[in-house]
């Protein structure tokens, strides 16, 4: 691990504030032993148990079903441990500095996140930040600091005592102590209270200066030093699980608040991992499930579905104003948020089957988004910020996640739609196949096509490419069956003057339309499974390995058990074996 040294304002007080520019990984930590064997569900087992695909937490060979869930996956094999250093994605980095300084903090720009298999939680494992990097940090905690520590009622509610002068030492020490344990995740050391103090004692000592603005500073240089930026999560050797390396309490109390709260995290779970009652998995689960009761734990629902579904491509979508006129910035954003309060809503108020979503007619919709699909608006002031609960009527084509506009829109071009793309998504994201990337110099769409030609008829010609057609054959007779819905998400009939045909076809089963695609979906056997894989992808940041297959076919043959509750999936998934030991990676 390499960090570099950068001076900041105050580094001639004394005080030397490091950057952000770990390199992520921190190499391979071989256990010292073999361990023992341990039935499922027994944290004490090592990854060559016989434990029952029943159990979750156990870490056996069992299968979902007759056919292994991470051989549906395809899971590529793996090497040694390897320990990660985890750098906050911009969404983490937002929730920990406002759980920090207040909801009300600003937080100014940081770099992107790099998306790696998908999710910038697995890219944060692999990256550091740029020199310009580290003045994004440094401005945007600036800022943040700023508001929080310009007026004392804020501080105070931030601070658990507040020093009324340069000299009390005693307090000072306390609130910097208690504000850093949370900030890094750990108890800071004597010796980096003592710097944290004398900074801040430095800058209050200065003219004009006061111990508030002090104490400003030195939260300050917390929140742009990497033991913030940087989750450390290295699992030393567990004498107790025969040498494994298993995180401690302190690692386990940052690997949780990271995975459910997409933050730091807070007292309570820190004074459990300080009382030792994070080592086992019943500890854990009495803590996951305090933490899952939480508010804090929508917006963590909210990245992954981010992520799964593609904002980022929403994001990036543009629209043709000449051909969709109604298409703006605001109902692009509308459509990504009733995407989260679709997902959200059935995870964690409805407690339900995630599936359900793929054929559900049920949606939230605001003003703007309800007259774009000629739905009822919410009611003045019937949830309070503008968005309510609506139904498609019976016969509306529109149904399920594929119909929602997020995805529609996203997988789609500037002026018009793309099978294709559309179907790269379902193939990838949703049923965890691997579609090559195009080769070079792939030939364009048929100009020789006549000009009526349908899309799907061009790519039919398109297809009879030898360097196309193996992968569009992936992707094409899926993406077909939202063909009734233009690039900006809206009902249409025709495509170019002609009927269209929504025909296709899902690992061999055909289907018409977009409800026949949500149920071949919902119905295809490596749905649930690929979706466990993707959660915890996502709570490992990191890429599955074959390491990983006994894990995964616990937790998909949990996740049918428990009829495709994702909440039920985060408890099992955070008690895991898996979660709460150095798994193999890539």
């Known amino acids: 691990m390499a960090i570099r040294t950068r001076k900041h304002a105050w580094a001639t007080l004394g005080v030397v504030v490091f950057s952000a520019a770990c390199t992520g990984q921190v190499g391979s930590r071989t256990p010292t032993g073999t361990g023992t064997t341990g039935a499922a569900g027994s944290s004490a087992g090592p990854g060559t148990g016989t434990g029952s695909a029943g159990s979750a937490t156990g870490t056996g060979t069992g299968t979902a079903g007759a056919t292994a869930a991470s051989s549906l996956v395809g899971l590529p094999g793996g090497d040694e441990p390897t320990a990660h250093l985890h750098k906050l994605t911009a969404s983490e980095f937002a929730n920990s500095v406002q759980d920090l300084l207040g909801a009300a903090a600003p937080v100014g720009m940081v770099e992107p996140d790099d998306v790696v298999a998908g999710f910038a939680s697995v890219g944060a494992a692999t990256v550091a930040v740029s020199p310009a990097g580290v003045g994004l940090y440094e401005g945007a905690t600036g800022t943040a600091t700023d508001y929080t520590f310009s007026d004392p009622t804020r501080a105070a509610a931030v601070l658990s005592c507040v020093p009324t002068s340069a000299t009390d030492t005693a307090c000072a020490s306390k609130a910097l102590a208690a504000f850093g344990r949370r900030a890094f995740r750990r108890p800071l050391t004597d010796a980096e209270t003592m710097r944290f103090v004398t900074l801040a004692q430095t800058v209050a000592a200065k003219a004009g200066g006061t111990i508030l603005a002090g104490v400003r500073h030195a939260v300050w240089a917390m929140l742009q030093s990497p033991s913030f930026l940087y989750r450390v999560e290295l699992g030393p050797p567990s004498a107790a699980d025969g040498g ?9 109390a940052s690997r949780l608040a990271g995975a459910l709260w997409g933050s730091v995290p807070d007292d309570t779970l820190l004074d459990a991992a300080a009382a030792g009652k994070l080592a086992t998995a019943a500890d854990v689960r009495a803590q996951a499930t305090r933490m899952l009761a939480d508010p804090r734990v929508h917006r963590s629902m909210v990245a992954f579905v981010d992520d799964l579904f593609g904002k980022l491509e929403l994001q990036q979508a543009t629209k043709d104003p000449a051909i969709f006129p109604g298409w703006t910035p605001t109902l692009r954003d509308a459509m990504q948020e009733e995407l989260e309060r679709r997902i959200d809503d059935v995870v964690f108020t409805q407690k339900g089957d995630f599936l359900s979503l793929y054929e559900s007619k049920t949606t939230f919709v605001n003003a703007e988004l309800a007259k774009y699909y000629g739905v009822p608006a919410p009611a003045a002031g019937s949830v309070g910020d503008g968005w309510g609960a609506a139904t498609f009527p ?15 829109a996203a997988y789609a071009l500037p002026q018009r739609t793309s099978p294709t793309a559309r179907g790269k998504f379902v193939a990838t994201a949703l049923l965890c196949k691997s579609v090559p990337d195009p ?4 030939p364009p769409l048929p100009a020789m096509a006549d000009a009526s030609s349908t899309l799907r008829q061009k790519l039919e ?7 196309c057609s193996a992968c569009h054959q992936l992707m094409d007779p899926i993406g077909f069956g939202m063909e009734t819905f233009d690039g900006a998400g809206q009902y249409r009939t025709q495509d170019n003057g002609h009927p269209i045909d929504a025909t296709g076809t899902l690992d061999g089963k055909s289907f018409d339309g977009l409800a026949a695609l949500e149920a071949a979906v919902h119905d295809d056997a490596v749905t649930a499974p690929c979706l466990v894989s993707k959660v915890l992808t996502f709570a490992q940041g990191r890429k599955l390995s074959g390491h990983d ?3 995964l076919d616990a937790l998909a043959a949990a996740f049918a058990k428990n009829g495709n509750r994702v909440d039920q999936l985060m408890l099992d998934l955070v008690t895991s074996d898996a979660f709460r030991f150095v798994t193999p990676d890539m």
């Open 244 to 252: 494994r390396l298993k995180y401690d309490g302190f690692e386990m």
């Open 394 to 408: 019976a016969d509306s084509p529109r149904v399920g996640l594929l119909g929602s506009g997020a995805v529609l």
């Open 439 to 442: 080769p070079p110099g792939v």
């Open 461 to 467: 010609m398109h297809r009879m490419a030898a360097s």
């Open 549 to 551: 297959a006994p894990a």
